[in-house]
């Protein structure tokens, strides 16, 4: 079954570096989504992502935060200079059609941890 | 928005059938109701959606009565490595695609 994949599974930076977290989503999906975790919190919706395009974003989601999809499969998620708060999972998600109903498939998530 | 209420913890034993029921008084007509799964350290997994009546797929069957003012997932038979968080999504009926989750059902399954 074709899955999501994300690397590294474990960041650890210090505070007020830049990390690049990757993705590869399903080959076929079109419409790409980050969420994160912080430690026993919920599952936040951070930007989603389609056509090379912003086309939802949450407020966790500000001007230190970007996403691209440098290549026809990779999907990224920058964070430009880290905070002690940024420490969370992180979740990469894909979807093929992008529509309120369709399945979202999660990646295993990257843990990032600052220092 | 469409707010969901689920109990915090479930706990069961092995072979037994497990009911989690989710409320959701204010859906929205154009709403379908999602479930997900999530081990420690994981991603959330689709579990299971439907709209009303019932669903049932392998993994587990979704009961929504006529007002889908709450559905409730069923997982038959549980083993131990049904232990996890389940959640239950609602849209906000604006078709977002951005998924809202709560704070979900922790399910322990003993042997």
């Known amino acids: 079954e074709p899955e999501v994949t994300q690397t590294p599974s474990h960041q650890v930076t210090q505070m007020g570096q830049e990390v690049i977290l990757r993705c590869v989503p399903i080959?076929?999906?079109?419409?790409f989504y980050w969420y994160r975790q912080i430690l026993g919190q919920k599952v936040e919706f951070l930007v989603s992502f389609y056509n090379n395009e912003i086309s939802e974003k949450s407020e966790i989601f500000d001007d230190q935060f970007s996403v691209e999809r440098p290549d026809g499969s990779n999907f990224t998620l920058k964070i430009r200079s880290t905070k002690l708060e940024d420490s969370a999972m992180y979740f990469c998600?894909?979807?093929?059609?992008?529509?309120?109903?369709?399945?979202?498939?999660f990646g295993p998530g990257t843990r990032l941890t600052v220092l | 928005l469409a707010k969901t209420t689920q109990p915090i913890s479930m706990d069961s034993y092995e072979g037994q059938e497990v009911n989690i029921t989710c409320s959701h008084n204010?859906?929205?007509?154009?709403?379908?109701i999602t479930w997900y799964q999530q081990f420690p350290s994981q991603g959330p997994r689709f579990i299971i959606q439907?709209?009303?009546t019932k669903v049932t797929n392998e993994v587990a069957s979704l009961f929504i009565p006529a007002d889908r003012k709450s559905s409730t997932l069923s997982l038959p038979r549980v083993s131990l490595s049904d232990t996890a968080v389940y959640y239950c999504?609602?849209?906000?009926?604006?078709?977002?695609?951005?998924?809202?989750f709560g704070s979900g059902t922790r399910l322990q399954v003993q042997p």
């Open positions: 439907g709209y009303k």
């Open positions: 998600a894909s979807s093929d059609q992008g529509s309120s109903t369709d399945t979202q498939y």
């Open positions: 204010n859906i929205a007509t154009n709403d379908y």
């Open positions: 080959s076929n999906h079109l419409y």
């Open positions: 999504l609602v849209g906000d009926g604006t078709g977002r695609r951005a998924l809202t």
